[in-house]
């Protein structure tokens, strides 16, 4: 029968050689506990999980935009519906790093390049289409002042510029409307303000916007078109 170990010899199983240090055998303890740890925080995204994740979020992404354009009108509106499109797209992405690599493996590097210029591409989209404003004004009736901004956004299919007018007072809007032509974009844009609830838009000197509103109705729209010019796409 095999003896203990004496502190220079070998041991049999699950003897301590007498003379062991106490800090070895901590180390030798978490060197055995810590192997199990991480494997049960890595089992908690099992390749299954994260295949139904990305299958999720892939599919999910183009419903999402596809409901979007065959229902405009949804509660929830376009804008919100795009965002959480392209956070699940941006989800679906992220799952395929590869967990049992570092970052810095190519593959990941790869996945992790194509995240980021997807995500810098849909920015610069979105300011893109945020346009810019080319007039605005300011009126203060001595309780809250009422601001009016144009703001111009490109939008291809028409070959053109469209043109966004919104009244607000604050950061709450009261009254809005869309003008554009056809393969036409107006360069010179100036606002009129007579009175707090009468403006007036004018585009190139020729084409003259008014809104008539007030508190409790509907703001009222009309375009003065110049005889022989061609009409907006959007009338009131």
Same mark, same amino acid.
């Given at each position: 029968?095999?003896?203990?170990?004496?502190?220079?010899?070998?041991?049999?199983?699950?003897?301590?050689?007498?003379?062991?240090?106490?800090?070895?055998?901590?180390?030798?303890?978490?060197?055995?506990?810590?192997?199990?740890?991480?494997?049960?925080?890595?089992?908690?995204?099992?390749?299954?999980?994260?295949?139904?994740?990305?299958?999720?979020?892939?599919?999910?992404?183009?419903?999402?935009?596809?409901?979007?354009? *065959?229902?405009?009108?949804?509660?929830?509106?376009?804008?919100?519906?795009?965002? *959480?499109?392209?956070?699940?797209?941006?989800?679906?992405?992220?799952?395929?790093?590869?967990?049992?690599?570092?970052?810095?493996?190519?593959?990941?590097?790869?996945?992790?390049?194509?995240?980021?210029?997807?995500?810098?591409?849909?920015?610069?989209?979105?300011?893109?289409?945020?346009?810019?404003?080319?007039?605005?004004?300011?009126?203060?009736?001595?309780?809250?002042?009422?601001?009016?901004?144009?703001?111009?956004?490109?939008?291809?299919?028409?070959?053109?510029?469209?043109?966004?007018?919104?009244?607000?007072?604050?950061?709450?809007? *009261?009254?809005?409307?869309?003008?554009?032509?056809?393969?036409?974009?107006?360069?010179?844009?100036?606002?009129?303000?007579?009175?707090?609830?009468?403006?007036?838009?004018?585009?190139?000197?020729?084409?003259?916007?008014?809104?008539?509103?007030?508190?409790?109705?509907?703001?009222?729209?009309?375009?003065?078109?110049?005889?022989?010019?061609?009409?907006?796409?959007?009338?009131?």
């Amino acid at each position: 029968m095999p003896l203990a170990s004496d502190g220079f010899g070998p041991c049999r199983d699950g003897a301590r050689p007498p003379f062991a240090r106490s800090d070895d055998v901590a180390y030798r303890r978490r060197e055995a506990i810590l192997p199990e740890s991480m494997s049960n925080d890595m089992s908690r995204l099992t390749p299954s999980k994260i295949r139904i994740l990305r299958q999720a979020a892939l599919v999910g992404a183009p419903l999402l935009m596809l409901s979007s354009l *065959v229902w405009p009108d949804l509660v929830t509106g376009q804008v919100t519906l795009r965002v *959480v499109a392209l956070a699940l797209l941006l989800i679906g992405l992220l799952t395929f790093i590869d967990p049992s690599v570092q970052l810095r493996h190519p593959r990941n590097l790869a996945i992790i390049l194509m995240i980021v210029t997807f995500a810098a591409g849909i920015a610069g989209v979105f300011l893109w289409r945020t346009g810019r404003i080319v007039a605005a004004a300011t009126y203060n009736p001595g309780i809250a002042p009422f601001d009016i901004t144009v703001r111009e956004v490109p939008v291809p299919v028409t070959h053109s510029q469209h043109f966004i007018i919104t009244l607000k007072r604050g950061q709450y809007p *009261v009254t809005s409307f869309r003008y554009f032509w056809l393969a036409y974009t107006p360069k010179r844009v100036r606002i009129e303000w007579p009175r707090l609830e009468l403006f007036k838009v004018i585009f190139d000197e020729r084409y003259v916007a008014t809104c008539s509103w007030s508190w409790g109705r509907e703001a009222t729209w009309t375009m003065l078109v110049p005889p022989g010019a061609p009409a907006p796409g959007d009338q009131p």
